[in-house]
């Protein structure tokens, strides 16, 4: 059987397909990538990709999004998930000026079965033209049901291609059921996190005698986004007994770090937090799972909508401090980050769930079987 995978052109939305399509192979299955830009990364884990869009890079995609869409980066107010509630169809027509090219390698490709990312409208489109099945693989905590397309502004796309959205697409959670928006899904899957690979520091397998913290703020944005944020980090560091690992761009480490604190150019998100007692990032999806399922605590400074809504959930299970402003991250907000009793216990709940749900190789066996 030949499998499409379809994740929308931006690593964050690629890398949490990766475990299931290496399930597919392990299983015998041919398996092709459709994407672009930065999400082209998946060939490093050893997956045939095609191009859709060439020479187009992900952060001028992002440009693009905010001068033709400027509603959906517009502040969210009180109600993060409501804001986003409606916001969604929205963010799936976003992605139509990149649909077409992504269909037609879709159908060059011929697949028996299409596994999409439900905020990128393509993969319906493809299983619709050619009758095969289609299953949405979710990528975080907020729930993308595959009915967004029934309706305009999310049916651009169906419209134009004159199909209609099939019937009965079932969706694969990757996020635990007592953590993702509106209660699980048809199929409930183990996060297994993805993050590249790399040649580990020595530094990485160092015993360490007092808490390590990771700090990131993802991979979009630039280094103003959280200059704010680093700052105030590093302001705190020197009053704690913890060692602090800066895993963000060169170009924004600063000239002068305290002593407990160290950068890392790239290395591998679930190799570092193995070593890791908290995690202070922006609420990426990525991110904010790869620690869920490390049992690493976390404190969450998110920026954008779709992170603060990612907030929300966390808040809501207890999984995460989440700071309103930067101004919050501080020296006692860290302090009690590694002190919470409460926040550990749910840390390790959260943990286990993960690990007790179906693997990606479990999962293959019944996706195959619709298909």
Wanted: glycine share 10%; net charge negative.
């Amino acid at each position: 059987m030949r499998v499409l995978f379809m994740p929308g052109p931006a690593i964050g939305h690629a890398f949490p397909l990766v475990p299931l399509g290496w399930a597919f192979r392990a299983a015998g299955h041919e398996v092709v990538f459709v994407t672009a830009g930065d999400a082209l990364a998946v060939a490093r884990a050893g997956l045939p990709v095609l191009d859709a869009v060439p020479g187009r890079t992900t952060s001028d995609m992002q440009a693009q999004f905010i001068r033709d869409v400027p509603r959906l980066f517009e502040p969210i107010g009180a109600d993060p998930i409501g804001e986003m509630e409606e916001r969604k169809p929205y963010i799936v027509s976003a992605w139509d000026p990149f649909v077409d090219a992504h269909v037609a390698l879709g159908e060059w490709v011929q697949p028996d079965l299409v596994v999409y990312d439900p905020i990128f409208a393509v993969g319906p489109v493809v299983a619709a033209r050619l009758k095969v099945p289609a299953v949405a693989h979710s990528l975080g905590l907020a729930r993308f049901t595959p009915d967004l397309l029934r309706e305009l502004p999310g049916a651009v796309a169906m419209r134009r291609h004159g199909v209609t959205l099939p019937e009965g697409i079932p969706t694969v959670d990757i996020a635990p059921p007592s953590l993702v928006e509106g209660g699980p899904a048809e199929t409930s899957m183990r996060y297994v996190p993805y993050n590249g690979g790399g040649v580990l520091p020595d530094w990485l397998r160092s015993p360490v005698d007092r808490p390590r913290i990771a700090v990131t703020f993802g991979t979009l944005g630039g280094p103003d986004r959280f200059a704010a944020g680093i700052e105030r980090v590093l302001a705190a560091a020197s009053g704690l007994d913890a060692e602090f690992v800066l895993a963000i761009g060169e170009s924004a480490v600063p000239a002068v770090l305290p002593p407990n604190v160290r950068t890392t150019g790239w290395v591998p998100l679930n190799q570092l937090l193995r070593g890791c007692a908290a995690a202070i990032h922006h609420g990426g999806d990525g991110t904010t799972l790869t620690c869920a399922a490390l049992g690493v605590r976390q404190l969450v400074l998110p920026g954008s909508p779709d992170e603060l809504v990612t907030g929300e959930l966390l808040r809501a299970r207890g999984l995460a401090h989440v700071l309103g402003s930067v101004d919050e991250l501080d020296a006692a907000a860290i302090g009690r980050l590694l002190t919470d009793a409460e926040l550990g216990r749910v840390t390790g709940e959260v943990r286990a769930e993960i690990a007790a749900l179906p693997s990606p190789a479990e999962v293959v066996p019944r996706l195959a079987a619709a298909a």
